[in-house]
Nanobody
Framework: VQLQASGGGLMQAGGSLRLSCSASGTIFRLDDMGWYRQAPGKQRELVAT???????NYADSIKGRFTISRHSAKNTVYLQMNSLRPEDTAVYYCNADERIGQREYEYWGQGTLVTVSS
């Protein structure tokens, strides 16, 4: 399974961006999908996740500003980012889990850069 993220770019503080991540390849059924980010000099951190049933989880730093959603039939996850702040600048990675029988697989996208200027 390959994940392809898109939608990153340069935005002024207060603006909005929408990230998309589509999975392709031989897919049985994706379970949790999510977004993580890694700012320069920092560790990768959770941004938001969404289960196959639509339950969501958000990092405290982005609650109320970012919204995660998914289109399961298209194997796609989205991240709507509003009220962007310079501290949101990072490479954003999409992630997906797939359970096949007793085995669990984890997939990562290549990352898309989001730069927020003040």
């Amino acid at each position: 399974v390959q994940l392809q993220a898109s939608g990153g770019g340069l935005m002024q503080a207060g603006g909005s961006l929408r990230l998309s991540c589509s999975a392709s390849g031989t897919i049985f059924r994706l379970d949790d999908m999510g977004w993580y980010r890694q700012a320069p000099g920092k560790q990768r951190e959770l941004v938001a996740t969404i289960t196959s049933s639509g339950s969501t989880n958000y990092a405290d730093s982005i609650k109320g500003r970012f919204t995660i959603s998914r289109h399961s039939a298209k194997n796609t996850v989205y991240l709507q980012m509003n009220s962007l702040r310079p501290e949101d600048t990072a490479v954003y990675y999409c992630n997906a889990d797939e359970r096949i029988g007793q085995r669990e697989y984890e997939y990562w996208g290549q990352g898309t850069l989001v730069t927020v200027s003040s």
